[in-house]
């Protein structure tokens, strides 16, 4: 189980040791290990205009969702999705969740089959995760993603450098996906915001612009008593 505050969920344990309905949910054994924080060096994280102008265009490609107003809304993408300096992260953190799977390939834990999450994973936990699925075959799940990224996220460097490797390149294959999907998803909203790309009403309608819509429609307003 992962654990984001050990006052608040000891707490929590202590109330649930006090229900009589859960009584029997935690008869037996109860062992709490406390794992360190992996070792984590500063890093500068480059989010402007260019780098991820380049990291998109390399996965346009594999897109359908271009059209004649691609640029734009790329353009668009670009813009909201990049910042406007690089950033330091002198304290970049290993989340709960992959500590744990690097514990275990460490073998200072058991198997892990479910990690139990009281806060949704990160996306950039969540990719990691079914990606070590792919590479290694232990299957590892949680209760899901909020979808969000984190600043200071770090990678979680596995022992074995040759397994480390092949991680790193499937995680980043995955993450371009991801990246793709947004775009496609911003591309669907953009589109939709547009409309169906008929002629647009005029927001200021005229009073005899007014009339003649009435007229069109052979609606008549009945006014008095009639």
């Known amino acids: 189980m992962k654990i984001m505050s050990f006052m608040t969920s000891a707490n929590r344990l202590f109330i649930l040791t006090q229900s009589r309905h859960l009584r029997k949910l935690l008869d037996g054994a109860f062992h709490v290990e406390v794992l360190s924080s992996p070792t984590t060096t500063p890093y500068c994280c480059d989010l402007s205009h260019g780098t ?3 990291a998109l265009d390399a996965v346009l490609p594999e897109t359908d969702h271009l059209d004649e107003n691609h640029q734009e809304t790329r ?3 670009i813009t909201k999705c990049s910042k406007p300096s690089s ?4 304290n ?25 999450v009281s806060k949704l994973s990160c996306i950039m936990c969540s990719h990691y995760i079914r990606t070590f699925g792919q590479i290694t075959g232990e299957k590892v799940s949680t ?9 200071g996220w770090v990678w979680p460097r596995h022992p074995d450098s040759d397994r480390d490797k092949a991680l790193c390149q499937a995680f ?12 496609e998803q911003a591309s669907v909203r953009r589109k939709s915001d547009m409309g169906s790309g008929g002629p647009r009403m005029d927001i200021h309608p005229t ?12 609606i008549w307003a009945v006014t008095g008593n009639g």
């Open 52 to 54: 991820v102008q380049k």
């Open 75 to 77: 353009q668009s993408f």
């Open 87 to 90: 950033v330091t992260h002198w």
């Open 92 to 116: 970049p953190t290993v989340h709960a969740e992959l500590a744990m799977i690097i514990a275990m390939v460490e073998r200072k834990i058991g198997r892990l089959g479910y990690i139990g």
């Open 143 to 151: 209760r899901g993603s909020h979808g969000k990224a984190y600043t």
């Open 172 to 183: 980043i294959t995955a993450i371009g996906g991801q990246l793709r999907r947004d775009f």
């Open 207 to 218: 009073a005899g612009e007014i009339s003649q819509a009435f007229k069109d429609r052979q």
